[in-house]
Protein backbone atom coordinates (compact mmCIF):
# COMPACT_ATOMS: atom_id res chain seq x y z
CA UNK A 1 0.00 0.00 0.00
CA UNK A 2 1.82 2.97 -1.00
CA UNK A 3 1.25 6.49 -2.69
CA UNK A 4 -1.25 8.07 -0.50
CA UNK A 5 -3.50 4.85 -1.18
CA UNK A 6 -4.01 4.01 2.43
CA UNK A 7 -5.50 5.70 5.95
CA UNK A 8 -3.45 3.91 8.51
CA UNK A 9 -5.10 3.93 12.19
CA UNK A 10 -3.18 3.57 15.73
CA UNK A 11 -4.56 0.91 17.18
CA UNK A 12 -3.69 1.40 20.88
CA UNK A 13 -3.31 -1.72 23.24
CA UNK A 14 -3.04 -2.28 26.83
CA UNK A 15 -0.73 -5.30 27.23
CA UNK A 16 -2.48 -7.85 25.06
CA UNK A 17 -6.26 -5.58 25.44
CA UNK A 18 -6.91 -3.63 22.05
CA UNK A 19 -8.62 -0.16 23.54
CA UNK A 20 -12.01 0.11 22.76
CA UNK A 21 -11.18 3.76 21.40
CA UNK A 22 -8.91 2.20 18.86
CA UNK A 23 -12.29 0.28 17.26
CA UNK A 24 -13.64 3.97 16.66
CA UNK A 25 -10.86 5.06 14.76
CA UNK A 26 -11.25 2.16 12.82
CA UNK A 27 -15.03 2.72 12.42
CA UNK A 28 -14.46 6.09 11.16
CA UNK A 29 -11.44 5.20 8.74
CA UNK A 30 -13.83 2.32 7.11
CA UNK A 31 -16.31 5.02 6.61
CA UNK A 32 -14.27 7.32 4.85
CA UNK A 33 -13.04 4.61 2.94
CA UNK A 34 -16.28 3.89 1.59
CA UNK A 35 -16.49 7.35 0.02
CA UNK A 36 -12.77 7.84 -1.36
CA UNK A 37 -11.95 3.77 -1.86
CA UNK A 38 -8.33 4.28 0.26
CA UNK A 39 -7.83 1.15 2.20
CA UNK A 40 -7.40 0.88 5.78
CA UNK A 41 -4.88 -0.40 7.56
CA UNK A 42 -4.63 -1.54 11.58
CA UNK A 43 -1.31 -0.72 12.82
CA UNK A 44 -0.32 -2.00 16.41
CA UNK A 45 2.61 -1.88 18.48
CA UNK A 46 2.96 -4.67 20.71
CA UNK A 47 5.62 -6.90 23.35
CA UNK A 48 6.69 -10.23 22.14
CA UNK A 49 3.04 -11.21 23.08
CA UNK A 50 0.63 -10.39 20.68
CA UNK A 51 -2.73 -9.20 21.24
CA UNK A 52 -5.68 -10.35 20.46
CA UNK A 53 -7.03 -9.45 17.90
CA UNK A 54 -10.84 -10.29 17.94
CA UNK A 55 -12.33 -7.16 18.88
CA UNK A 56 -10.81 -5.98 15.32
CA UNK A 57 -13.71 -8.29 13.79
CA UNK A 58 -16.41 -5.58 14.77
CA UNK A 59 -14.69 -2.93 12.08
CA UNK A 60 -12.89 -5.66 10.29
CA UNK A 61 -9.63 -3.68 8.56
CA UNK A 62 -8.29 -4.23 4.68
CA UNK A 63 -4.64 -5.07 6.03
CA UNK A 64 -3.14 -5.33 9.64
CA UNK A 65 0.25 -4.71 10.71
CA UNK A 66 2.07 -5.84 13.81
CA UNK A 67 5.18 -4.15 15.54
CA UNK A 68 6.41 -6.44 17.78
CA UNK A 69 9.48 -6.23 20.04
CA UNK A 70 10.63 -5.57 23.75
CA UNK A 71 10.60 -1.89 23.33
CA UNK A 72 7.13 -1.67 22.15
CA UNK A 73 5.86 -3.81 25.74
CA UNK A 74 4.57 -0.52 27.38
CA UNK A 75 3.93 2.53 25.22
CA UNK A 76 7.25 4.53 24.99
CA UNK A 77 6.39 7.63 22.37
CA UNK A 78 9.92 7.65 21.65
CA UNK A 79 10.11 3.65 20.41
CA UNK A 80 6.49 3.60 18.49
CA UNK A 81 6.73 7.00 17.04
CA UNK A 82 10.34 5.94 15.24
CA UNK A 83 9.26 2.96 13.87
CA UNK A 84 5.85 4.51 12.79
CA UNK A 85 7.99 7.43 11.48
CA UNK A 86 10.07 5.52 9.52
CA UNK A 87 7.53 2.96 7.96
CA UNK A 88 5.34 6.07 6.83
CA UNK A 89 7.83 7.31 4.85
CA UNK A 90 7.93 4.26 3.18
CA UNK A 91 4.48 3.79 2.80
CA UNK A 92 3.60 7.40 2.08
CA UNK A 93 -0.12 7.00 3.70
CA UNK A 94 -2.90 9.52 2.92
CA UNK A 95 -4.49 9.69 6.37
CA UNK A 96 -3.39 8.60 9.36
CA UNK A 97 -6.04 8.31 12.09
CA UNK A 98 -5.62 8.20 16.20
CA UNK A 99 -8.27 7.84 19.51
CA UNK A 100 -7.92 11.44 21.40
CA UNK A 101 -6.54 9.32 24.29
CA UNK A 102 -3.46 10.70 26.53
CA UNK A 103 -1.05 8.50 24.09
CA UNK A 104 -2.89 8.89 21.05
CA UNK A 105 -2.84 13.41 20.94
CA UNK A 106 0.87 12.84 21.99
CA UNK A 107 1.91 10.28 19.36
CA UNK A 108 -0.22 12.29 16.21
CA UNK A 109 1.61 15.77 17.62
CA UNK A 110 4.99 14.10 17.31
CA UNK A 111 4.41 12.53 14.04
CA UNK A 112 3.13 15.88 12.95
CA UNK A 113 6.64 16.81 14.24
CA UNK A 114 8.24 14.47 12.81
CA UNK A 115 6.75 14.70 9.13
CA UNK A 116 5.38 18.17 8.81
CA UNK A 117 1.69 16.89 8.06
CA UNK A 118 -0.68 19.22 9.84
CA UNK A 119 -2.29 17.78 12.85
CA UNK A 120 -6.27 18.51 13.56
CA UNK A 121 -6.76 17.04 17.17
CA UNK A 122 -9.98 16.13 19.18
CA UNK A 123 -12.30 16.01 16.17
CA UNK A 124 -15.59 14.97 16.52
CA UNK A 125 -16.97 15.08 12.33
CA UNK A 126 -14.49 13.77 9.90
CA UNK A 127 -15.87 13.67 5.73
CA UNK A 128 -13.98 13.40 2.54
CA UNK A 129 -15.04 15.94 0.57
CA UNK A 130 -14.02 14.56 -2.29
CA UNK A 131 -10.90 11.87 -3.23
CA UNK A 132 -8.16 14.10 -1.56
CA UNK A 133 -9.65 16.90 0.86
CA UNK A 134 -11.32 16.63 4.14
CA UNK A 135 -13.37 18.18 6.63
CA UNK A 136 -13.12 18.27 10.16
CA UNK A 137 -15.13 19.70 13.03
CA UNK A 138 -13.18 19.93 16.27
CA UNK A 139 -14.33 21.74 19.65
CA UNK A 140 -12.55 25.24 20.78
CA UNK A 141 -12.66 27.91 23.26
CA UNK A 142 -12.61 25.09 26.08
CA UNK A 143 -15.75 23.15 24.07
CA UNK A 144 -17.46 26.81 23.87
CA UNK A 145 -17.81 26.44 19.93
CA UNK A 146 -16.46 24.20 17.00
CA UNK A 147 -14.51 25.02 14.13
CA UNK A 148 -15.06 23.30 10.63
CA UNK A 149 -11.61 23.07 9.21
CA UNK A 150 -10.76 21.60 5.71
CA UNK A 151 -7.91 19.37 5.33
CA UNK A 152 -6.42 19.97 1.66
CA UNK A 153 -4.22 18.75 -0.70
CA UNK A 154 -2.54 15.44 -1.50
CA UNK A 155 0.08 15.10 1.37
CA UNK A 156 -0.40 13.31 4.59
CA UNK A 157 -2.94 14.56 7.06
CA UNK A 158 -3.14 13.35 10.81
CA UNK A 159 -6.48 13.38 12.86
CA UNK A 160 -7.02 12.36 16.38
CA UNK A 161 -10.62 11.27 17.27
CA UNK A 162 -12.11 12.20 20.61
CA UNK A 163 -13.75 9.18 22.34
CA UNK A 164 -16.93 7.72 22.20
CA UNK A 165 -18.59 9.71 19.34
CA UNK A 166 -17.03 7.30 16.35
CA UNK A 167 -18.89 4.02 17.82
CA UNK A 168 -21.14 3.12 15.20
CA UNK A 169 -22.76 0.12 15.05
CA UNK A 170 -21.64 -2.77 15.17
CA UNK A 171 -22.31 -5.75 12.05
CA UNK A 172 -21.94 -9.24 12.40
CA UNK A 173 -18.35 -10.22 13.04
CA UNK A 174 -16.73 -9.80 9.82
CA UNK A 175 -13.07 -11.99 8.81
CA UNK A 176 -9.71 -10.38 9.59
CA UNK A 177 -7.32 -9.84 7.04
CA UNK A 178 -3.80 -11.73 8.38
CA UNK A 179 -1.31 -9.89 9.83
CA UNK A 180 1.66 -8.73 8.76
CA UNK A 181 4.27 -8.85 11.42
CA UNK A 182 7.36 -7.00 11.69
CA UNK A 183 9.98 -8.67 14.86
CA UNK A 184 12.65 -5.93 15.72
CA UNK A 185 14.72 -5.48 18.65
CA UNK A 186 15.36 -2.26 20.68
CA UNK A 187 16.95 1.09 18.67
CA UNK A 188 20.46 1.07 20.26
CA UNK A 189 20.46 4.77 19.45
CA UNK A 190 17.09 5.27 21.84
CA UNK A 191 17.41 7.70 24.77
CA UNK A 192 14.51 5.84 26.65
CA UNK A 193 13.56 2.70 27.69
CA UNK A 194 10.57 1.82 29.54
CA UNK A 195 11.23 -0.96 32.05
CA UNK A 196 8.31 -1.05 34.09
CA UNK A 197 4.34 0.36 34.30
CA UNK A 198 3.56 1.40 37.77
CA UNK A 199 -0.42 1.24 37.40
CA UNK A 200 -1.58 3.90 39.76
CA UNK A 201 -5.57 4.27 41.25
CA UNK A 202 -7.79 1.96 41.64
CA UNK A 203 -7.42 -0.51 38.91
CA UNK A 204 -11.26 0.53 38.49
CA UNK A 205 -12.59 1.81 34.65
CA UNK A 206 -10.78 4.63 33.31
CA UNK A 207 -12.94 7.54 33.24
CA UNK A 208 -11.92 8.36 29.51
CA UNK A 209 -13.23 4.08 28.88
CA UNK A 210 -16.37 4.17 31.16
CA UNK A 211 -20.06 5.13 29.14
CA UNK A 212 -21.15 6.01 32.44
CA UNK A 213 -19.43 8.97 34.79
CA UNK A 214 -20.41 10.03 38.57
CA UNK A 215 -18.57 12.90 39.16
CA UNK A 216 -18.28 14.79 42.03
CA UNK A 217 -17.11 18.43 43.10
CA UNK A 218 -16.55 20.49 46.22
CA UNK A 219 -20.29 20.07 47.09
CA UNK A 220 -19.45 16.73 48.33
CA UNK A 221 -18.33 18.51 51.13
CA UNK A 222 -15.33 16.18 51.68
CA UNK A 223 -13.57 13.12 50.46
CA UNK A 224 -15.83 11.04 53.38
CA UNK A 225 -18.53 11.49 51.10
CA UNK A 226 -17.12 10.16 48.14
CA UNK A 227 -18.29 5.85 48.69
CA UNK A 228 -21.85 7.64 48.09
CA UNK A 229 -20.54 8.17 44.45
CA UNK A 230 -18.72 5.07 43.92
CA UNK A 231 -21.85 3.37 45.23
CA UNK A 232 -24.17 5.14 42.42
CA UNK A 233 -21.32 4.10 39.96
CA UNK A 234 -21.14 0.83 40.82
CA UNK A 235 -25.09 0.12 40.41
CA UNK A 236 -24.87 2.20 37.00
CA UNK A 237 -21.59 0.12 35.95
CA UNK A 238 -19.59 2.88 35.54
CA UNK A 239 -16.52 5.55 37.42
CA UNK A 240 -16.22 8.01 39.52
CA UNK A 241 -14.72 11.41 38.08
CA UNK A 242 -14.34 14.82 39.80
CA UNK A 243 -13.62 18.42 39.35
CA UNK A 244 -9.79 19.88 39.95
CA UNK A 245 -10.44 21.65 43.26
CA UNK A 246 -11.27 18.29 44.53
CA UNK A 247 -8.63 16.66 43.27
CA UNK A 248 -6.16 19.73 44.20
CA UNK A 249 -7.48 18.85 47.85
CA UNK A 250 -6.54 15.78 47.25
CA UNK A 251 -9.64 13.98 47.93
CA UNK A 252 -9.10 11.80 44.54
CA UNK A 253 -6.29 11.21 42.34
CA UNK A 254 -5.28 13.30 39.75
CA UNK A 255 -6.19 10.30 37.07
CA UNK A 256 -10.13 11.01 38.03
CA UNK A 257 -9.90 14.85 37.33
CA UNK A 258 -12.38 15.90 34.26
CA UNK A 259 -11.67 19.17 33.08
CA UNK A 260 -9.25 21.53 30.43
CA UNK A 261 -6.53 20.46 32.87
CA UNK A 262 -7.52 16.77 33.23
CA UNK A 263 -9.72 14.25 31.13
CA UNK A 264 -11.72 14.91 28.26
CA UNK A 265 -14.59 12.18 28.60
CA UNK A 266 -17.99 11.62 26.74
CA UNK A 267 -19.99 8.77 28.19
CA UNK A 268 -23.19 7.95 27.68
CA UNK A 269 -24.05 9.42 30.84
CA UNK A 270 -22.65 12.14 32.77
CA UNK A 271 -23.73 12.73 36.55
CA UNK A 272 -22.24 16.47 37.62
CA UNK A 273 -23.00 16.04 41.79
CA UNK A 274 -22.63 19.33 43.53
CA UNK A 275 -20.02 20.78 40.25
CA UNK A 276 -21.05 24.54 39.50
CA UNK A 277 -20.05 24.09 35.41
CA UNK A 278 -17.20 26.30 35.27
CA UNK A 279 -16.00 26.24 31.64
CA UNK A 280 -12.54 24.33 32.39
CA UNK A 281 -14.82 21.80 33.88
CA UNK A 282 -16.94 21.59 31.12
CA UNK A 283 -14.42 21.44 28.58
CA UNK A 284 -13.59 17.78 29.32
CA UNK A 285 -17.50 16.59 29.29
CA UNK A 286 -19.75 18.61 27.59
CA UNK A 287 -19.43 15.78 24.83
CA UNK A 288 -21.36 13.55 27.08
CA UNK A 289 -24.27 12.24 25.13
CA UNK A 290 -26.65 12.66 28.74
CA UNK A 291 -25.56 15.03 31.04
CA UNK A 292 -27.66 14.95 34.92
CA UNK A 293 -26.32 18.01 37.03
CA UNK A 294 -27.58 17.77 40.79
CA UNK A 295 -26.93 21.08 42.33
CA UNK A 296 -28.28 22.82 45.51
CA UNK A 297 -28.52 26.11 43.78
CA UNK A 298 -30.65 26.59 40.80
CA UNK A 299 -28.44 28.96 38.97
CA UNK A 300 -25.98 26.99 38.59
CA UNK A 301 -24.16 27.23 35.53
CA UNK A 302 -23.88 23.33 34.49
CA UNK A 303 -27.45 23.42 34.51
CA UNK A 304 -27.48 25.28 31.12
CA UNK A 305 -25.47 22.36 29.66
CA UNK A 306 -27.88 19.58 31.65
CA UNK A 307 -30.54 17.69 30.12
CA UNK A 308 -31.66 16.68 33.12
CA UNK A 309 -31.05 18.73 36.11
CA UNK A 310 -32.21 18.45 40.26
CA UNK A 311 -32.02 21.11 42.40
CA UNK A 312 -31.32 20.04 45.87
CA UNK A 313 -28.64 18.66 48.28
CA UNK A 314 -26.41 15.93 46.72
CA UNK A 315 -26.11 14.18 50.39
CA UNK A 316 -30.02 13.83 50.41
CA UNK A 317 -30.52 12.93 46.45
CA UNK A 318 -27.60 10.40 44.95
CA UNK A 319 -28.60 7.49 48.32
CA UNK A 320 -32.45 8.28 46.58
CA UNK A 321 -31.07 8.18 43.07
CA UNK A 322 -29.07 4.88 44.23
CA UNK A 323 -31.63 3.30 45.62
CA UNK A 324 -33.80 3.76 42.81
CA UNK A 325 -31.30 2.14 39.75
CA UNK A 326 -30.73 -0.50 42.12
CA UNK A 327 -34.44 -1.46 42.09
CA UNK A 328 -34.68 -0.85 38.42
CA UNK A 329 -31.29 -2.27 36.74
CA UNK A 330 -30.90 -5.15 39.29
CA UNK A 331 -34.46 -5.73 40.66
C1 LIG B 1 -6.25 27.20 33.94
C2 LIG B 1 -7.36 26.51 34.70
C3 LIG B 1 -7.61 25.17 34.45
C4 LIG B 1 -8.63 24.51 35.13
N1 LIG B 1 -8.87 23.19 34.86
C5 LIG B 1 -9.92 22.59 35.45
C6 LIG B 1 -10.25 21.24 35.14
O1 LIG B 1 -9.57 20.54 34.38
N2 LIG B 1 -11.33 20.69 35.75
C7 LIG B 1 -12.12 21.39 36.64
O2 LIG B 1 -13.09 20.83 37.15
N3 LIG B 1 -11.80 22.67 36.95
C8 LIG B 1 -10.72 23.27 36.39
N4 LIG B 1 -10.42 24.55 36.76
C9 LIG B 1 -11.13 25.14 37.91
C10 LIG B 1 -12.49 25.74 37.55
O3 LIG B 1 -12.34 27.07 37.13
C11 LIG B 1 -13.43 25.69 38.74
O4 LIG B 1 -12.83 26.39 39.81
C12 LIG B 1 -13.79 24.29 39.20
O5 LIG B 1 -14.26 23.53 38.13
C13 LIG B 1 -14.87 24.38 40.28
O6 LIG B 1 -15.05 23.10 40.82
P1 LIG B 1 -16.42 22.74 41.59
O7 LIG B 1 -17.55 22.97 40.65
O8 LIG B 1 -16.24 21.40 42.17
O9 LIG B 1 -16.43 23.75 42.81
P2 LIG B 1 -17.30 25.11 43.09
O10 LIG B 1 -17.10 26.04 41.96
O11 LIG B 1 -16.90 25.48 44.44
O12 LIG B 1 -18.78 24.59 43.03
C14 LIG B 1 -19.37 23.76 43.98
C15 LIG B 1 -20.83 23.62 43.58
O13 LIG B 1 -21.45 22.74 44.49
C16 LIG B 1 -22.73 23.23 44.83
N5 LIG B 1 -23.05 22.71 46.15
C17 LIG B 1 -22.48 23.01 47.35
N6 LIG B 1 -23.00 22.24 48.32
C18 LIG B 1 -23.91 21.43 47.72
C19 LIG B 1 -24.78 20.42 48.20
N7 LIG B 1 -24.81 20.07 49.49
N8 LIG B 1 -25.59 19.82 47.32
C20 LIG B 1 -25.60 20.16 46.01
N9 LIG B 1 -24.79 21.11 45.50
C21 LIG B 1 -23.96 21.72 46.34
C22 LIG B 1 -22.60 24.74 44.79
O14 LIG B 1 -23.85 25.33 44.55
C23 LIG B 1 -21.61 24.92 43.63
O15 LIG B 1 -22.33 25.08 42.40
C24 LIG B 1 -9.40 25.21 36.10
C25 LIG B 1 -9.12 26.56 36.33
C26 LIG B 1 -8.14 27.20 35.65
C27 LIG B 1 -7.87 28.66 35.93
Redesign the pocket.
Known sequence: MTDHRSIFVWIECKGNRIKAVSLEALNCGLQLSKTNGLQVCAVLFCGEQKPDLTPLSDFPPHSIKIFSGPQWENYNSEAVSNAFFHWMQEASPRLVLLPASNHGKELGAILSGLTHAPLASDCVEVECLNAIDFEVKRPIYSGKAFVSLALEGKGLHIITLRANVFRGKRSSKGTLPDAELVVSNPDAKALSLIVREVVKGTGKLDVTEARVVV???????GPENFPLLEELAEVLGGTVG??????DNGWRDYSN???????TVSPDLYI??????????I??MSGSKCIVA????PH???FSIAQYGIV??????IPLLTTEFKKILHG
Open positions: SGGMGMQASRPVVQVGQTGRACGISGAVQHAGINKDAPIGDVLEI
